[in-house]
């Protein structure tokens, strides 16, 4: 348990180099009239999650991995039914999207409250409060009597929703070391990605049994289930908010005044307002974060472009699907997401460990990003291979865009799971701002894209529209070299006080 220690020297040298998280500010304490005595974890005390079981570990990381892939699931999984929903509630297709929209840049602009949040009231609390508001909210959603209702509710539940993305890499920073973090995000990162490409395939079957409005009871009763697990098994895992209730405790049982390493006096408000201007600093400040984070939100307004038009493009003439039918279509990018995760993102880890070895022992958050080449690489050829044989579909079978789809979402998935562990390393216990800038700016874009995607279409056609997406991959294929290359020269000069 933790213990009461005037010099913990250990203790402090361990939170100095560990990467709990995220974005408490913590400042310096106001000086106290009362005597105090100091708190902190020993060095094998099981209340520190670093020294949780790995069964209790990955309980956490199964529930919050779950959140964040409900979350994108729902906002994707009408897709397929665009235009039934747009009939019944006798509106237009763009109407609908727009629903999707507001959901996708929810899901971005959340992060940047609920992450500090979460560092004030602890990360459990707001996974429950925030789960169970966004279950609720598919209420209305079923029940929407019009399009406003409906994009209302979707709307608002994106920024609930979003407590998953927000959190989650700020959990497992709390929880597990830099050597085996890589494997275990990795899981967790599928959330975002395919979360958006299962949702369709489950969506195109409900629709068609059983009606759209039967996605939304779906999602609901999913979520409801996982919220109570929750409930029962979510454990707090940020280390000051568990040191404050032991001192707390100790106050009540034993009387006196208790302190922990790092404790922040500020008033409550500058907390949360120091907190949440972090993440834009970050974002606008460091060329690495920006850069990284437009690549990332390039991969987004593709995935999304790609998921709103599947029907158009394969529910028409010469395929002629059904919606179901397209909806087992998203198995193409979701096996080359669930491959790269099993087979791929383990090698991050083997990668930053070999090269920290040959550097003496010393590592650098640059050692993460030499497996970002081969997402570099993939992602521009699969979508000029996705673009033309789209482009000429009366003369090329189904499957070699899909078979593409499947290379592209491989490359998605390691440009995005090293460029998040290169945020934790780099960024340390400002990791999570970091994460949530990128997070804000992915979803704007992803969310917004789509929208002007069909016009580009019809204007330029599916060949040079997709080219579109292809080239500024491009453009952006040099980056993870240039900053495995440049990044210490780059942290170095452009450091900034937080």
Request: hydrophobic fraction near 45%; charged fraction near 15%; proline fraction near 6%.
């Amino acid at each position: 348990m933790a213990t009461p220690s005037q010099d913990n020297r250990g203790g402090r040298a361990n939170r100095q180099s560990d990467e709990r998280s995220p974005l408490l500010q913590r400042g310096e304490s106001h000086a106290s009239e009362v005597e105090s005595e100091e708190i902190d974890f020993d060095k094998e005390d099981s209340d520190n999650p670093k020294q949780w079981t790995r069964r209790k570990k990955l309980t956490n990381v199964g529930i919050i991995a779950l959140m964040s892939i409900l979350s994108p699931l729902a906002s994707s999984m009408f897709t397929p039914g665009i235009s039934v929903i747009a009939k019944s509630l006798h509106t237009s297709v763009n109407n609908i999207i727009v629903a999707t929209t507001g959901f996708v840049i929810m899901l971005g602009i959340g992060p940047l409250i609920l992450a500090p949040l979460s560092e004030t009231f602890g990360r459990r609390k707001l996974y429950m409060v925030c789960f169970s508001i966004f279950t609720l909210l598919h209420i209305p959603m079923a029940l929407a009597p019009n399009v406003a209702v409906l994009i209302t509710a979707r709307t608002i539940a994106g920024f609930f929703g979003s407590v998953g993305i927000a959190n989650g890499g700020g959990t497992i920073s709390d929880m597990c070391t830099p050597e085996e973090r890589a494997g275990i995000f990795g899981w967790y990162l599928l959330g975002p990605l395919l979360g958006p490409t299962i949702g369709p395939l489950l969506g195109g079957v409900v629709v068609e049994k059983a009606g759209w409005r039967w996605v939304f009871w779906v999602v609901m009763i999913v979520c409801a289930v996982n919220t109570l697990i929750g409930y029962f098994f979510l454990y707090e895992s940020y280390a000051p908010i568990i040191l404050q209730r032991k001192c707390e405790k100790l106050q009540k049982e034993r009387g006196g005044h208790y302190t922990y390493p790092g404790q922040d006096n500020r008033p409550l408000q500058i907390r949360i307002w120091e907190n949440i201007k972090r993440p834009l600093r970050i974002l606008f400040t460091q060329s690495i974060v920006l850069t990284m984070a437009a690549y990332q939100a390039v991969i987004f307004g593709t995935m999304y472009s790609l998921y709103t038009n599947m029907q158009d493009i394969y529910g028409n003439p010469p395929y002629n699907f059904s919606t179901s039918q397209v909806g087992l279509l998203y198995l193409g990018p979701g096996l080359g997401f669930l491959t790269a995760v099993w087979f791929l993102v383990p090698r991050i880890d083997t990668v930053f460990n070999k090269m920290t070895k040959e550097n003496d022992g010393e590592s650098k958050p640059e050692f993460r990003l030499p497996l970002a080449n081969i997402g570099a690489v993939l992602l521009p050829v699969t979508l000029f291979i996705i673009a033309w044989t789209i482009e000429y579909r009366d003369r090329v079978h189904w499957i070699v865009s899909i078979i593409a789809a499947y290379f592209l979402g491989l490359g998605q998935v390691m440009i995005f799971n090293t460029v998040q562990n290169y945020y934790i390393d780099a960024f340390a216990k400002y990791a999570a701002s970091a994460i949530a800038a990128g997070a804000t700016f992915r979803a704007i874009v992803g969310g917004v894209v789509p929208l002007f995607a069909p016009a580009m279409f019809e204007k330029l056609g599916y060949g040079w529209g997709w080219s579109v997406f292809a080239f500024l991959c491009v453009a952006l294929a040099p980056a993870p070299l240039l900053f495995q290359k440049y990044g210490p020269f780059l942290r170095e000069k452009f450091a900034i006080e937080l």
